[in-house]
């Protein structure tokens, strides 16, 4: 992103056209960054709590006021019985960059000795599906798709949360490529592809196995490939032959010539490209479904071109030395993991009790799952909370001290992207706003008041980011902080028609795309890619659909990033209200015309939603678009008060998408 400022005021922000994955072009969200930036409801100032927790009142102090406040309740908390460990850190991708997201703050909590947090509620469904079967993340470069001759879109909104991959995609059809779309809401990515497949939320994985039937009962398998650099390929035909596309089709909601036409055509294109995204691992079953898709392009031989393959997430690339940054050296003992998409499990039952709360990069008051525990816990009078924000949110409504924090054109960082192959140097282009800091100065701040004496808590921003790339990774040669700002970006070492297993190459044990893996058996996991069906459908608890009928969706909207920016007047603008999109049988059914207020409710909790009519969602399926403010939502809660704190098969992630609720016309009474 380039800035243009005048009298120290940025003035205008645009895109790079000499970064290639961006072409020089911005997203809706960023495109409008400095309204962000220069919002009247910028957080300035540090602030402590003068009202009720949630009332949101609060009276300026001073930095060094707050600071001694934190480390004051810090030291009495380590100090006590209970220990440090009753400190908990919580964060995840408000801030994206390795130096204000996980380097100084991960320091200062492992020197102090506070819990660890596991941090789930987006991507290790997949991400640890990857690493048992490809041996990490890493896939196809977005740069190649352009030759792609079909792009299989599955379980992804790429208009919304991947603008910059359109133009390679729009290359590959305007040379002829077929564009095929899997997913439960036929968003609007979707429209435009040649075929969409619209099966049941949760069902993707029954899916994969049957086309893996398919294609290895027709004999449509690369053998040189699999011989030579796959391993357990029969016993993965054995566990595919128990899903031939009949079962399949009755689990997915499907024709069996849906099935069995897409595996044929998968099979005998070359090169297809697989784009697989987070939402379709947000059930319990997630984890199963990323592997038994990602084990398609093995069987095909698909990695072979560069162009072909599958892509998640290229983040498992960059070789950045996190061990450096993160120090887990300072660690002593065996501090407790907390998983964050059980925050309200942790804030009301843990043992010892979380007795301190310091919230940074994440409003979970608005995006942690099971809403109305988490906003209990919140409310504790005996809850310490410290929020580092750039604005009064749901969650900062709820803080003891509130700091203010700067934006991305106030600090300096290094962004490690997970949809190409570049890594990007954030220059501070304007002085921080009134009396903003970042994250990794606070943390600086509060460890010297702590009395750290380690010489790693004197590095500035700078030394952070030359450690980062201090690495023995050849992928990293010649990358230098000093080409890094003279650039703004630089791509790793990698070909330009990169193909990262075409001559097999896995990070498996094995070296191979592991079909079977032995170490999942160790973890007490199946070693084999299987169906794991949704906990909450109709199919799997039909007496908790008895009573709530409707499985919702809560994806993201191309306006909205989670709740980053759904508070901001032009997207309010845009998007007017929350909504909820129903089938027409469903809305006939419970007498809800378009426009009407609903109810959106289950035992976990309810929110109120503006019904949409629509031929996007099958009936029993919903789809509302989130993340709202709790605050600037009709009844003061979205849709998390309605998702569940369980968990994926594998990787401990969240489970937004698998969520039964009922839905009925709102009339202030209820």
Known sequence: MLIEVEDGRAVKVAG?????????????????????VYSPDRL??????????????????????????VTTKFRDIADSPEGPQSILPYSYGGTMGVVNGSSMDRRFFH???ASLLARTICATAGAEALSYTLGGKIGTDAENFHDARLIVLWGTNTLACNIHLWPEIKSALSKGARLIGIDPYRNRTLDHCHQFIQLKPGTDAAFALAVINVIVGEGLCDKDYIEKYTLGFERLSDRAAEYPPSRAAAICGLDESEIIGFAREYATTRPAVIRINYGLQRHAGGGMAVRAISCLPALTGSWRDAAGGLLLSSSGMFGLNDAALERT???????RTINMSRLGEALLEAEPPVRALYVYNSNPAAVAPDQSKVLEGLRREDLFTVVHEQFQTDTADYADILLPATTQLEHRDLVKPYGHYYLVYNEPAIAPLGEAKPNWEVFQLLAKKMGFEEACFDDTDEDLIRQAISSNSPVLRNITIERLKKDGWARINVADQYAPFAEGGFRTPSGKCEFYSEKMTRVGLDPLPDYVPPRESPESAPEL???????LISAKIGTFLNSS???LPSFLRSERHPTIELNRSDADARGISEGDSVKVWNKRGDCRLVARISDRVRPGVAFAPSTWWNKLSPGGS???ATSSQELTDIGG?????DNLVQVERHTGEN
């Not at 056209?17 to 969200?29: M, Q, V």
């Not at 659909?545 to 499985?551: D, E, G, L, S």
């Open 638 to 640: 979205n849709v998390n």
């Open 329 to 335: 050296d300072l660690m002593s003992g065996t501090p």
């Open 565 to 567: 920016f759904s508070h």
């Open 16 to 36: 790079d056209p000499d970064h290639p994955p961006t072409g020089g072009f911005l997203c809706t969200k960023v495109s409008r960054y400095l309204e962000r």
């Open 111 to 113: 020197r102090l000795g």
């Open 653 to 657: 992630g969240a489970t937004f998408y």
């Open 545 to 551: 659909a008895a009573r709530f009928p409707i499985q």
């Open 44 to 69: 300035l100032y540090p602030m402590r709590r003068v009202g009720k927790k949630g009332e949101g009142r609060f009276e300026r102090i001073t930095w060094d006021e707050a600071l001694d406040e």
